[in-house]
């Protein structure tokens, strides 16, 4: 079988800078290996994902539970691996990705109380890795992001970009509850986390993308 590298990370936590950074990185250093970003918006698989985003179920995260959510996104990763990448893994492929299971256990998990969660975690990696047959990742990183400076970098991506917040990026109270829970679920799972911030202050991009390699480096042998 191949090897599985997962960057995780809240919404506005530099996550999409930072995996940029390490394959180009990677890419240079003359590493085989394939990128998978998650969800896949271009693709069918994910109507679903895009009409509970935009609010077409309601425009509170909450209105559609974590158990029903949670289905939208594992779908779209069961199409990528079984029509993309499946024959790969299991010929002993190394990938990166963007996102995956684990965005379930911050986003959706975030949405269930906290006593409910740990039942919760089992629910999710059985569905996705013992029922539908996802690989299980052999690293993640988490990019720890303070939601106070979350919020303001997703601020600034928007005005940078021309484009509107999703549903999730633009409750305050959701993003709080998702880095709380991200932050639970590595101590459970035992993902690596990268803090991001350091003594209230982002730290610089630079200094962050030298230990999430470092980390990749060490799974990589």
């Known amino acids: 079988m191949g090897k599985l590298i997962v960057i995780e990370g809240t919404d506005g936590s530099g996550k999409s800078t930072q995996f940029d950074l390490l394959t180009r990185r990677l890419e240079a250093e003359g590493l085989s290996f394939r990128r998978l970003r998650f969800p896949r918006y271009d693709q069918p698989s994910s109507v679903l994902i895009r009409m509970y985003l935009g609010g077409d179920f309601g425009a509170d995260p909450d209105a559609v539970n974590a158990y029903a959510a949670s289905t939208f996104y594992a779908v779209d990763r069961y199409a990528?691996?079984?029509?993309?990448?499946?024959?790969?893994?299991?010929?002993?492929?190394?990938?990166?990705?963007?996102?995956?299971?684990?965005?379930?256990?911050?986003?959706?998990?975030?949405?269930?109380?906290?006593?409910?969660?740990?039942?919760?975690?089992?629910?999710?990696?059985?569905?996705?890795?013992?029922?539908?047959?996802?690989?299980?990742?052999?690293?993640?990183v988490l990019l720890d992001m303070p939601t106070d400076l979350s919020q303001r970098l997703l601020r600034h991506r928007e005005a940078d970009t021309h484009t509107s917040a999703d549903i999730h990026e633009q409750d305050a109270a959701y993003l709080s509850r998702c880095r709380e829970t991200a932050r639970e679920a590595a101590g459970h799972y035992g993902w690596a986390v990268v803090s991001c911030a350091r003594d209230g202050q982002l730290r610089p991009v630079e200094d962050i993308h030298q230990e999430v390699y470092a980390l990749v480096r060490a799974a990589l042998g």
């Open 80 to 140: 990528s691996f079984v029509q993309d990448w499946q024959r790969d893994y299991q010929a002993g492929g190394l990938f990166l990705s963007d996102r995956y299971t684990t965005s379930n256990a911050v986003h959706q998990g975030g949405k269930v109380p906290p006593q409910e969660r740990e039942a919760f975690f089992r629910w999710l990696y059985d569905l996705e890795y013992d029922r539908m047959g996802l690989p299980k990742p052999d690293l993640v």
